[in-house]
């Protein structure tokens, strides 16, 4: 299981498929939820919203389920 390199947490796909598309898709460490929001100075809430519209654009990075 990936964690976070920051905070060391377990990452769920929808972290690392955001860390890819909004940071860097070659990274092989990722950031999760909260410390990918420290990082780019938002809420947390604004990043799981973005989630969302990628996975309604059909967005590979975030499959449904």
Partial sequence: ????RE???PLSGD?????KKLWDRRDT???CLNCLADRLRCDPALLQ???RQFREEGCVL????
């Fill in 1 to 4: 299981m990936l964690r976070c």
């Fill in 7 to 9: 905070c060391d947490k």
């Fill in 15 to 19: 972290e690392i498929g955001l860390h």
């Fill in 29 to 31: 460490t990722y950031l």
């Fill in 49 to 51: 919203e973005k989630i």
């Fill in 62 to 65: 975030f499959p449904t389920v």
